[in-house]
């Protein structure tokens, strides 16, 4: 079992920063993969960033390469987020997730088997 837990939302206006945090426990953050969901009010939950076991990162689209990254601390069993230059449309919830490690799809909620509870992003004028 992993078990995640998210931290660092706030509420910040459009063209501010934010830098989220995961902390795992029950796996080592490079023996298993890892992701960052945003999930919009009333909208389905969408893929933005993994990171895979072995520090490999992908991101949604070339707007969220340009803006967030990804990244991790092994000593701290931790991933995290910075969010630059945020939009309104970043506002939501953001999910940590994890998985064993497996080659493939990864943008689908489906494909990941633990998740977090999220901390909530605002960014509003």
């Known amino acids: 079992q992993v078990q995640l837990v998210e931290s660092g939302g706030g509420s910040v206006q459009p063209g501010g920063s934010l830098r989220l945090s995961c902390a795992a426990s029950g796996r080592a953050v490079n023996r298993i993969d890892m992701a960052w969901f945003h999930q919009a009010p009333g909208k389905e939950r969408e893929f933005v960033a993994r990171?895979?076991?072995?520090?490999?990162?992908?991101y949604s689209g070339e707007d969220v390469k340009g803006r967030f990254t990804a990244s991790r601390d092994t000593a701290k069993n931790s991933i995290f987020l910075q969010m630059n230059s945020l939009k309104p449309e970043d506002t939501g919830v953001y999910y940590c997730a994890a998985r064993q490690p497996k080659v493939g799809y990864f943008t689908n909620p489906a494909e990941w088997s633990y998740w977090g509870k999220g901390t909530q992003v605002t960014v509003s004028a």
């Open positions: 990171m895979n076991w072995s520090g490999s990162t992908a």
